[in-house]
């Protein structure tokens, strides 16, 4: 038996497919890299933005001609699209889809098929232990002897409900993971050669704020630092609000946690941001960004950019704008407002910026950006830097691998260079990614 699984979306849907594999392979499913030809069809769903809700209704109907011909398979839908709240209206809507299960849930989908399989009990009942361990995780066939990278989700949901914003009404209210479970799939993960862990939340920082026996994230990643064999630590996504100087001295004192902070402000505009309810004004963002940077000389901090929210008028984006030209972050996840439906922009705030002027702000900040970084990667030229290597390109056949900061870097080699940390002469810098020469080991 054989099973494929489509993911769109962020992280924590590419962290909870891998547990889904995990499950699966535990019941003895072997991975089929042609969706039509798997057993157990797995759609991992995203709908933050109507484009991924989109993708994966096309991608259902791709599959109608498979589904009808093989009535045999199984098709589960999951993750947001699914949410928490019911799967009456998808049932209705999607009458071929066998299984409906939440986001990072693949108990819907494991009792399914040990219903179907396995008929003693006692049997059903020590399978469905079994492939349901939390705590542990067993790579997927793809991924087994590659996989460098890995992430491990510590908080699920979220309770903060930014208006312009759908994940707490799709993956639930905010509940952190017990410390013992992230760090036990942790430590797997590192058996299994994973050389670099990421910590996934909404806001990871709120890790542990609704379990008064739980530490706090920084506590979290002093106990992280001690598995023997992870070489890097990283977490995302930070909220201004909860980023503590208890976490900012974690980064810059936990010799595994790298110095890279993803923390958006999604405007830089105080109505704006008040809108967005977000918690914070742009002049507390700024200070955050120089407490950060004085701590932790070097340090690279993303952020996320909304462009075009409800209302935004020229002015209110120009500070936008503004703030991120004098800031001049390494990284801009940039996003047009598109409201979804259910959300308090949606029901309350007229979407009254026209697309065509969401572009032109779109392409402005693309281009203050691309300006920005390609100054801050010709700081790295010449320098000698720690790269830890995960893949070799098929194309290219270039060894591709990261510094510290997070910065894609690329090297010549005929050396088998995955999973290692060397250090890295930088011969060229451009704005999305740099140049490389090794430097003995």
């Not at 199984?74 to 998808?90: D, F």
């Not at 006692?122 to 460098?148: H, N, W, Y």
């Not at 806001?203 to 530490?215: A, L, N, S, W």
Request: charged letters at 25%.
């Amino acid at each position: 038996m054989k099973y494929h699984i489509w993911t769109e979306g962020c992280q924590m849907n590419e962290a909870d497919s891998s547990r889904v594999a995990s499950a699966l392979e535990r019941l003895g499913y072997t991975y089929e890299p042609v969706i039509e030809q798997a057993d157990v069809i797995v759609l991992n769903t995203c709908v933050v933005r109507q484009s991924a809700e989109e993708k994966a209704v096309g991608r259902l109907t791709t599959l109608l001609p498979t589904i009808r011909s093989r009535p045999d398979v199984v098709v589960n839908l999951m993750g947001c699209m699914v949410g928490v709240k019911g799967y009456n209206p998808l049932q209705k809507r999607f009458p071929y889809v066998d299984v409906f299960s939440p986001p990072s849930d693949p108990a819907p989908l494991v009792e399914y098929l040990i219903q179907r399989d396995i008929k003693n009990e006692e049997q059903a009942e020590t399978a469905r232990r079994f492939a349901l361990m939390d705590g542990d995780i067993k790579l997927s066939e793809p991924e087994k002897g590659k996989a460098v990278s890995a992430f491990v989700p510590v908080v699920l949901g979220c309770s903060h409900a930014c208006t312009y914003c759908i994940i707490p009404y799709q993956r639930g209210i905010e509940r952190s993971r017990p410390p013992e479970d992230i760090l036990g799939e942790s430590r797997a993960l590192v058996a299994q050669g994973v050389k670099e862990i990421t910590l996934l939340g909404q806001i990871v920082d709120r890790y542990g704020k609704d379990e008064p026996t739980y530490p706090s994230l920084a506590g979290l990643l002093a106990q992280m630092n001690e598995i023997e064999g992870l070489e890097r630590i990283r977490f995302l996504t930070s909220h201004p609000n909860w980023f503590t100087d208890e976490l900012l001295e974690a980064v810059a004192t936990l010799p595994k946690v790298m110095p890279h902070i993803e923390i958006p402000n999604q405007a830089g505009d105080d109505t704006v941001l008040a809108n967005m309810h977000r918690g914070y004004t742009a002049e507390e963002y700024r200070q955050l960004v120089c407490k950060i940077r004085a701590r932790i000389p070097g340090v690279s901090i993303a952020t996320d950019i909304i462009v075009g929210f409800p209302g935004e008028t020229d002015e209110q984006f120009q500070n936008t704008y503004d703030l991120l030209a004098e800031l001049k972050l390494d990284m801009v996840h940039l996003a047009r407002y598109s409201p979804r439906k259910g959300t308090v922009s949606q029901r309350t705030m007229e979407d009254d910026v026209t697309n065509a002027e969401k572009w032109r702000r779109f392409r402005a900040i693309e281009k203050l950006q691309q300006d920005v970084v390609t100054g801050i990667h010709a700081e790295y030229l010449d320098k000698t830097v720690p790269i830890l290597f995960e893949e070799k390109e098929r194309v290219r056949q270039r060894w591709k691998g990261r510094t510290p900061t997070n910065k894609l870097v690329f090297v010549e080699s005929d050396e088998e260079l995955r999973g290692r940390v060397l250090p890295v002469h930088i011969t060229w810098t451009g704005p999305w990614s740099m140049l490389g020469e090794l430097r003995g080991d």
